[in-house]
């Protein structure tokens, strides 16, 4: 995840800090503020994932505009 977010401009503020993420065991959830902004962190994602030969389980991704909020999709290319 340091390699995937190493450079990356994006996130949230919150709470006066920038969030780019959230863990919780093999679970990561990736925060931005536009589409855009999303698809180049699973762009940056898949490629250093790729590089360790490890895959994103695309049947288990979803992309959403924000967690109450679930029913406009987003379509993102991985």
């Not at 762009?43 to 991704?61: A, G, M």
């Amino acid at each position: 995840m340091r390699e995937t977010l190493d450079g990356f401009q994006g996130g949230l503020q919150l709470g006066g800090r920038i969030v780019t993420n959230l863990r919780y065991a093999d679970d990561v959830i990736m925060l931005a503020t536009s589409e855009a902004e999303l698809q180049e962190v699973v762009d940056r994602l898949d490629r250093v994932s790729r590089k360790y030969s490890l895959l994103i389980n695309v049947d288990k991704t979803k992309a959403g505009p924000n967690l109450t909020c679930l029913q406009a999709r987003t379509c993102l290319e991985i």
